[in-house]
């Protein structure tokens, strides 16, 4: 079994911010995240849709590739999938740095994250904004990163909900509580404005997508959220 190398660092006490191409015009994708990487992004998020768990279809394996031939950024890629456990081998040769399944997906979560693990990738698990943080407790072990949607999976450009920072710090209460160095990332809605609530529930990784690539000027807008949300 080839093994990955994941690059994703360790928690290190500072907001990372990571564009997500689902809002990247697709024709210039090459563009788009060359202005971003110059604007000071951390990560590049890579949502997977399949078209069952959610209702749209995204990328494959192939955007992750050509994605980890023209940037050094970590690739930090979400798999809103019905059976995640049959996309693990193909995005970890195409060179994801970290994989991130839902706890609401049909296949068993621990078995998953253990698959992942064995090609040398970083672990994340995602809970939709109606699922209890509880059902995290007895994954921890095995985690390297939460992922907590604020907003309803599958399309982009939704608005923060505002439900959103309750749930943010329910699970950050969990992370402190286990003691391990866990990222804690919230997707969804993300703006300038809405960052530094993120920030303040207990986030540490924050991905935006609408905010940062509908904008006129994505370098600015990235720079805005940057500015936004301080070291923590």
Known sequence: MKKNTSKMPAVNGKISIAPSILSADLCRLGEEVSKVVQAGADWLHVDIMDGHFVPNLSFGPAVVRSLKGFTDLPLDVHLMVTHPHKFIEPFAQAGADLLTIHAESEDDT???LQ?????????GVSIKPD????????????LDLILVMSVYPGFGGQSF???A?????AVRQLINASGKPIWLE??????AQTAPLALAAGADALVAGHAIFSSADPELALKQIKQATPAI
């Open 110 to 112: 621990r078995q998953t």
């Open 115 to 123: 698959s992942i693990k064995s090609f040398g990738i970083k672990t």
């Open 131 to 142: 699922t209890h943080p509880d059902v995290l407790q007895t994954l921890l072990d095995e």
């Open 161 to 163: 909900l505002e439900s």
């Open 165 to 169: 920072p309750t749930q943010i710090k």
């Open 186 to 191: 919230v997707d969804g809605g993300i703006n």
